[in-house]
């Protein structure tokens, strides 16, 4: 495909796509591929919600639920690996995604079928399977149909905005109070509606991407200069530094994340004595956080470089588990903000301020892999880092949680929310800069593997 050199600056890896579409078309990409994967999230998020009703329904362990949540993760993973490579093999990325779409909406109904852990735990797992292709597939399209300069903020709403208004703040909150009215089983009924809207709004709407060119570059301990090499090996990927660090960043984070809905949710009502609606606006107020968190984050580190907030942000994320810890509920009596329980309302800017960590997942999983592969491994690399995360994140840290918390008590999840977030701080360090506003400041080139 040719492109015109002027319009791209010098140190960008990769002329895309891009150059030859609206920036109306890029913008209406990303607002579906977000709304698609809010969705995903919106599906992925509706059992974690309605645990509290779940729970006693179906009479689960703190250690059912860990592996209910790790199983999702663990099939998520496996279909982040392959439909990701299988992407990039045979070019057909919008197909895909429109089947992945209509099959996890269709896997939701199998949820609210459940009458046992078992046939929930088959639910879940064949709707991961269903979902863990949909995210390394639209960061693909992003990556080859977006100006490089807005990649970041592109892959950030992309991945972060619709996936928190959805999955993080509608899901707690709509589907309680559908529970609350009707029953759970007719909130997941309703939960598998919206992803056969969006299968065809991203049908009619968007194009399937053109092949992108391959760029060739020299990289040490990888290609020589010159070489084309039209795939690449998991293995091959992982001798990237930026790559191991991405990865080992996104299993803890990714573990952080995905125990903190399995257990919070419920860990708030039966534990800590709030009441359901408190409960679903107060998780939901981390939806909303990160969905403004999606802008902020993902475009300051446009500017200044995806480094430092990689690193400082796990660290800011210690102020929710320490404020579940040590305010007592029973010091917070009487309803507060919008009928809210006191204890609610004083933890909402807590949750708020915290969860801006999560601003990151697009950076460690997306942005920062796609800038330091070329074009034609873009799939592959970031199926490897979603994969990675969700089957050793996803997949051990919500049933490990659950583990320690039937041997230790409930709020044992919360320390180990601490750790993960500390050693993910501090693993970030390692980090080399890929911002190209950032490398340009240096006077840096970008040098894609």
């Known amino acids: ?134 995210m390394p597939i639209s960061h693909a399209m992003v990556a080859s149909e977006v100006n490089p300069e807005r990649r970041g903020l592109a892959q950030g709403v992309a991945q972060n905005l619709g996936s928190n208004l959805l999955g993080s703040f509608a899901a707690p909150v709509v589907l309680v109070a559908f529970a609350t009215a009707f029953s759970w089983r007719e909130a997941f009924y309703l939960a598998a509606l919206p992803g056969l809207l969006s299968a065809a709004l991203i049908w009619f709407m968007l194009r399937e991407p053109e092949p992108a060119a391959d760029m060739p570059a020299q990289v040490s301990g990888s290609t020589a200069g010159g070489e084309h090499h039209s795939s690449i090996g998991f293995l091959e990927a992982m001798k990237v530094r930026n790559m191991w660090i991405c990865v080992v960043v996104g299993v803890l984070l990714v573990a952080h994340f995905v125990i903190t809905w399995a257990f919070m949710p419920n860990f708030l009502v039966q534990t800590r004595g709030m009441d359901a609606f408190s409960m679903s606006w107060l998780v939901g107020s981390l939806g909303i956080a990160a969905a403004i968190y999606s802008f902020v984050v993902a475009g300051i580190s446009d500017k200044i470089g995806r480094k430092p ?71 592959t690399v970031l199926g490897l880092a979603m994969g990675s995360c969700e089957v050793l994140g996803g997949v051990l840290g919500p049933p490990i949680a659950g583990v ?46």
């Open 1 to 134: 495909m040719a492109t015109n050199p002027a319009h791209i600056h010098a140190g960008d890896e990769a002329k895309g796509n891009w150059v030859t579409n609206s920036p109306a078309y890029q913008t209406l990409l990303v607002l579906l591929l977000s709304l698609n994967f809010g969705i995903v999230f919106f599906d992925r998020q509706a059992l974690n919600a309605l645990m509290p009703f779940v729970q006693p329904d179906l009479q689960l362990s703190q250690t059912e639920i860990g592996l209910l949540a790790g199983g999702l993760s663990f099939s998520w993973a496996i279909a982040a690996f392959f439909v990701g490579r299988l992407s990039d093999s045979i070019g057909k990325r919008k197909i895909l995604l429109v089947i992945a779409t209509i099959a996890f909406s269709l896997c939701s109904f199998l949820s609210g079928l459940a009458t046992s852990f078992l046939f929930l735990f088959a639910a879940r797992l064949l709707m991961g399977a269903a979902e863990g292709g949909v």
């Open 309 to 379: 907030v990689m690193v400082f942000l796990p660290f800011l994320s210690l102020i929710g588990p320490l404020g579940v810890i040590y305010l007592d509920p029973a010091g917070f009596a009487g309803d507060g903000l919008l009928g809210l329980s006191g204890y609610a309302t004083v933890l909402i800017p807590i949750f708020f301020i915290g969860w801006m960590v999560n601003g990151v997942f697009p950076i460690f999983m997306a942005t920062i892999p796609s800038e330091s592969f070329r074009p034609i491994h873009h799939a």
């Open 404 to 449: 320690l918390n039937d041997a230790f008590g409930p709020e044992t999840f919360l320390y180990v929310l601490m750790v993960l977030a500390v050693l993910a701080g501090f693993v970030a360090m390692g980090l080399k800069e890929t911002a190209p506003a950032a490398l340009r400041k240096r006077g840096e080139a970008a040098n894609p593997a």
